[in-house]
């Protein structure tokens, strides 16, 4: 049970994916300007997170101790074509939530956050339970990041930025910070 | 290839260098930059990987698409971009065990590099194989040189070493933030408005030399 803590706080904040891993970043400078979409594009990139896990687990276990080379591929597939069953399965199912997320669905596929869980999981010899919580636990670290730059650069937007900043750069450096900050989480487990 | 009369080669190679550098213009493949420049070696090795991935996958893209239907493109892309990447996985960690240690899971993460695929969807897939691979090798080399510019600024502040060679002696203090996560957004963010102040700068001069021969007409 320990063991699973731990796994979980360390991909949310220890060892957060984006901020200390530097993995979905696109749609972590790319689409956190408004608070409300960057936190449902972090529930539904959880959800793919969770499946992937789920996926990469069965392949690990059951297809790929005979064809280790062919991991990548296979991965790639299978979250390429698991992002397209979710975005018609959730077309059909609730259109209202289809609308809400919009583009953002298809774009999970190039997320490497998703890639870099299902290697990871695999590299750390996870068995499902511990792959599952690790994937909660990625997920609830993107959306936090996603959240905490979205609300930070609302407030950047208000305020009187150099026009030289203004963009990427200013965004870039906003994240070294945030970043910084996270760095602090790693005295968490020195002591245990 | 009608298309491809109006190219001119060299402006196609050199065009990914500077004028639209992968990095510092397009703002594309951040995963990979940040993640693996904490010192100039890893930066080459990923650079020199992501070479063989673009070239390798340019090619074989720009010879095939004729055969490749539009509604499969994006998925058929990915399965010969994962193939050469699977190949360059391999190849490192038979040449050099050490590197690809410390690189990880970053170098099967090339697949989910957007500048690759883009390169594919927007360039390779619609021109002619020898301008296909310029274009590639033109963005795979811009794509290096700034890997290895924020490699070697965060190894030389980071570290005080280039190549692992020291270069300031027992009196310098590491700022070991730099070779830190934190220092690659922030070195980052610092070479992006560098790249901001040159651009508006060249605006202004543009703007200065049209005003002086309107006035002088």
Known sequence: MNELVWIFISALLVNNFVLAYFLGLCPFLGVSGRLDTSFRLGLATTFVLVITALCAWFLNTYILIHAPYLRLISFIVVIASTVQFIEMAIKKLSPALFKALGIFLPLITTNCAILGLAIF?????????????????????????????????????????????QGTALNLIIAGILSMAFMGFAGLFSST | METDKNLDAYQEFVKGLWRDNPVFVQVLGMCPMLAVTNSAINALVMGGATLFVLIGSSFLVASLKKWIPKQVRISLYIIIIATFVTVADYSLLALMPGVHKELGAF????????????RQEAFASRHG??????????????????????????????????????LFGDTFEPWVIMILPPGGFITLGLILLVFNWAAVRKQRFMQQVAEAERETL
């Open chain 2, 129 to 166: 194989v020898r301008f296909a691979v310029l274009d590639a090798a033109g963005m795979a080399l811009g794509f290096t040189l700034a890997l290895f510019a924020l490699g070697s600024v965060r190894e030389i502040l980071g570290n005080g070493s280039l190549f692992n060679i020291p």
């Open chain 1, 121 to 165: 999981a695999t590299n750390r010899g996870y068995d499902l339970v511990e792959g599952l919580i690790f994937a909660l636990g990625a997920g609830a670290g993107f959306t936090l990041a996603m959240v905490l730059m979205a609300g930070l650069r609302e407030e950047t937007e208000l305020s009187d930025v150099p026009a030289l900043m």
């Open chain 2, 107 to 118: 170098i099967p993460l090339i697949v989910a590099n957007c500048m690759i695929l883009g």
